[in-house]
């Protein structure tokens, strides 16, 4: 079984409406969650981190974590063009390597 | 300059050649990181240095060499490396060893024919 588990897509959605980004991890103590965004042919970019089950909320951005279910999503409210990326989804079991999903491309529709 | 920068953004060598990344961290973190990223997979940790220490070696092969010579810099040394190694390389630090808050440069990419 995977560690991370992420839909690569893509993932389209129209401008204004909400994307919603997923990720599950496999059974292991997972303590820090994070998401982070890639702009073709940039490096990726931290936008959200997240310790505890509930919502975190920045801005149009919202993480949530479930660590029953062992999932955690990323929100985009009022998605924008510029949202347009592939969102990297990250679990620290504990140790020093940072797992990464392989990433889902996200394309917001004018 | 500020953040995480690398250099060179591009390189193209020969399986013989020797080259080298070089990473520079104007944040002031502890801890630097070298990864890989290849097309359709997931970022690949390669080595963790913490106050310039080596603290992880994830099963690189030995055709990769790391060096850091204080906090702010990070170098990976090339040699005698293989097409499949041809990806982006991408440097980051972080305040701390083991947070997954990285700050990432820009990447080099490089080609190896």
């Known amino acids: 079984q995977k560690e991370v588990e992420q839909n690569s897509g893509p993932l389209s959605v129209p401008e204004g409406a909400i994307a919603s980004l997923n990720c599950t991890y496999s059974?292991?103590?997972?303590?820090?969650f994070f998401w982070y965004r890639q702009y073709s042919g940039k490096s990726p970019e931290l936008i959200m981190s997240?310790?505890?089950?509930g919502d975190k909320e920045d801005g149009r951005f919202t993480a949530q974590l479930n660590k029953a279910s062992q999932y955690v999503s990323l929100l985009i409210r009022d998605s924008q063009p510029s949202d347009s990326a592939t969102y990297l989804c990250?679990?620290?079991?504990?140790?020093?390597?940072?797992?990464f999903g392989t990433g889902t491309r996200l394309t917001i529709i004018p | 300059e500020t953040g995480v920068t690398q250099t060179p953004r591009h390189l193209v060598m020969g399986m013989t050649n020797k080259k080298s990344l070089k990473c520079e961290q104007h944040?002031?973190?502890?801890?630097m990181y070298w990864y890989k990223q290849s097309a359709k997979k997931p970022l690949e940790l390669m080595f963790v240095?913490?106050?310039?220490?080596?603290?992880e070696n994830n099963s690189v092969p030995s055709r990769f060499s790391p060096e850091c010579p204080n906090s702010s810099h990070l170098f990976l040394h090339l040699h005698t490396l293989q097409p499949e190694d041809s990806a982006l390389y991408l440097c980051?630090?972080?305040?701390?060893?083991?947070?997954?808050?990285?700050?990432f440069g820009e990447g080099s990419r490089l080609t190896v024919l």
């Open positions: 990250a679990f620290n079991f504990g140790n020093e390597k940072l797992t």
């Open positions: 980051a630090s972080s305040q701390q060893r083991a947070t997954g808050e990285l700050f």
């Open positions: 997240i310790y505890s089950n």
């Open positions: 944040l002031g973190h502890n801890a």
């Open positions: 240095y913490n106050f310039k220490e080596q603290t």
């Open positions: 059974d292991r103590v997972s303590q820090s």
